[in-house]
T-cell receptor
Framework: SQTIHQWPATLVQPVGSPLSLECTVE??????LYWYRQAAGRGLQLLFY??????ISSEVPQNLSASRPQDRQFILSSKKLLLSDSGFYLC??????????????FGPGTRLTVT | AQRVTQPEKLLSVFKGAPVELKCNYS??????LFWYVQYSRQRLQLLLR??SRESIKGFTADLNKGETSFHLKKPFAQEEDSAMYYC???????????FGIGTKLQVIP
């Protein structure tokens, strides 16, 4: 069966420090991968998605970047964190089928606090 | 551009009462819609999709293209239905979904 992992679960970082959040998927090949930020009252904001290794689509201009160095690995990064980067970050995968993007499987999330 | 609107941030109902979580969408193409649910301390998960026309945990949702709506309904609310519900629209060349802001359902015992 397929599983998705995210780490760390929680992270406290000072302003101006770098960030690296990792997401890995097991039990499937060539999944679509997604990074979201979840905020109360604002729902799920799609940050990045990837349909293959090295293929990244950015949804909103921001202080973050994403990379997919391996088929089942998705990394969210920042060179210098801002206070506004605080939030709850979710990784998800979906099967590569017609319309498969609607069937998304979410990780446990990372709570990032920038101080 | 595609948009999903969930007009209620919080919906409180008594146990045994009917539930209707509203969702309206805006999309120029042929819509495919979904409902996701997040129970307390659990991961966000897919509840149902309109194309399957299924009933999950007593919930149903019908796509109304004329009203551009996809409301989630259940005839009798149960306490375990308390959760955050998100409506989602498949978009972007069918490679991503657009989520609404979510509605928190609170079932009062």
């Amino acid at each position: 069966s397929q599983t998705i992992h995210q780490w760390p679960a929680t992270l406290v970082q000072p302003v101006g420090s770098p960030l690296s959040l990792e997401c890995t998927v097991e039990g499937t090949s060539n999944p679509n991968l997604y990074w979201y930020r979840q905020a109360a009252g604002r729902g799920l904001q799609l940050l990045f998605y990837s349909v293959g290794i090295g293929q990244i689509s950015s949804e909103v201009p921001q202080n973050l970047s994403a990379s997919r160095p391996q088929d089942r690995q998705f990394i969210l990064s920042s060179k210098k964190l801002l206070l506004s980067d605080s939030g709850f970050y979710l990784c998800a995968w979906s099967p590569v089928l017609t319309g498969g993007a609607g069937e998304q499987y979410f990780g446990p999330g990372t709570r990032l606090t920038v101080t | 551009a595609q948009r999903v609107t969930q007009p209620e941030k919080l919906l409180s109902v008594f146990k045994g009462a009917p539930v209707e979580l509203k969702c309206n969408y805006s999309y120029s193409g042929s819509p495919e819609l979904f409902w996701y649910v997040q129970y307390s301390r659990q991961r966000l998960q897919l509840l149902l999709r309109h194309i399957s026309r299924e009933s999950i945990k007593g919930f149903t949702a019908d796509l109304n293209k004329g009203e551009t709506s996809f409301h989630l309904k259940k005839p009798f609310a149960q306490e375990e239905d308390s959760a955050m519900y998100y409506c989602a629209l498949l978009s972007g060349g069918y490679q991503k979904v657009t989520f609404g802001i979510g509605t928190k359902l609170q079932v009062i015992p």
